[in-house]
């Protein structure tokens, strides 16, 4: 083997997988989840790559399966989802109010530009009729200050 380095790119430049619904849910992300290994992980990609400094150039690829939040859920069955009606019906109707499909590439900064032009504050109630975390009101006030900082460059992140 040799010891010249690594020949592969470093985990840190590679495209995060997000099913359509998990965009806006990276946004309202409040460091709760459905387990301690679930939340770690998602913290380590919310907070960790898409909110940390230049978190606006990483880029994310639409899948239609379980992506790289699903990972540790407990609910997750391989690349289903015990859940699987609700998710299919989140996936539908963000992928639709984001004009997302599967193999698309964006990057974080694009994704939140598409967000606040596409979803207004209050449109949560029907985008993410079903989920558990909206009565919370966590995602709302997140997207509202995603709409507050629009005037910031893109390549900025969103206030947190
Ligand atoms: S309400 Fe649910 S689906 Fe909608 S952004 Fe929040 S966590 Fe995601």
Known sequence: MSDTGPTT???????????????LCAVGYRGKGYSPDFTAN???VVMGRLRAPGGGGEMLEVIAAADDLCGPCPSREGAGCVSGAKIARLDASHAQALDLLP????????????????VMPGDLARVCAGCSWLAYGM??????????????????????
């Open 9 to 23: 790119r470093p985990a840190r430049s590679a495209a995060i997988r997000f099913r359509p619904h998990h965009f």
């Open 42 to 44: 998602m913290t380590a």
């Open 103 to 118: 193999g698309d590439r964006l990057s974080w900064a694009a994704a939140q530009a598409r967000i606040r032009e596409r």
């Open 139 to 160: 995602c709302e006030e997140a997207l509202a200050a995603l709409h507050a900082a629009e005037a910031e460059p893109e390549t900025q992140d969103a206030a947190r």
